[in-house]
């Protein structure tokens, strides 16, 4: 993610930052933040939590991020843009079914990675909180929801143009996707291996396989 900066031409007459600027690179500390959400939660991270995580003071995060819950939707873009979400490019390629079991593949992966906390950082993300917490729970859900139906909208496509059989439900099958994400997700937290999850992947794309029109040979 980029993110716009101020900048002072050699006479220091145009674009001058007011202030003193941060001491810390903006998407390094971002990165560190989005990790920790990643594998704590929302709820489950603190303000002292993320500033030893960030090497930054209170004062710092605010002044660069305004809030925790600010914080968040940034890292949640961050997640989004780096970690191997499915692309608009990726949904629009030729043969949606096999880019759908591929993604389903590579997030078996991804999921089980230890280099990264385990599952998916929006999949599972807030589904139960505190009241107040509420509009964050919201626009993770939004997110989830907007996945579900980029899939359905591609797939409905796919039908139209005889890809699919005539009768396929689109929309259990977008739901059938997140359904499977989700649940890799937890099972990744609890505890799954690649391997595991690979299995689940597998059988996943054999039943989105099912659904492709039958060929005609001449």
Known sequence: MKFKSDRCDKSGTAGKRRGRPPAFNREEV???????FWSRGYEGTSIADLTRAMGITPQSLYAAFHSKADLYREALKWYGSTQG???????DAPDVL???AAWLDSQASAFAEAETPPGCMISTAVLGCAEENDPIARQVSYLRTATITRIRDRLERARSEGELAAGTDTTA??????????????????????????????????????????????
Do not use: C, N, P, Y
């Not at 979400?85 to 949904?91: C, N, P």
């Open 173 to 218: 099958i977008a739901r059938f996707v997140g359904a499977i994400i989700q649940g890799m997700s937890v099972q990744a937290r609890d505890g799954a291996t690649h391997s595991d999850l690979a299995a689940v992947a597998r059988l996943a794309s054999i039943e989105i396989r099912r659904h492709r029109a039958a060929r005609t040979h001449r």
């Open 30 to 36: 971002l990165e560190k933040a989005a990790r920790l």
């Open 85 to 91: 979400t499915l692309s608009a490019d990726a949904l």
């Open 98 to 100: 096999e880019t759908l």
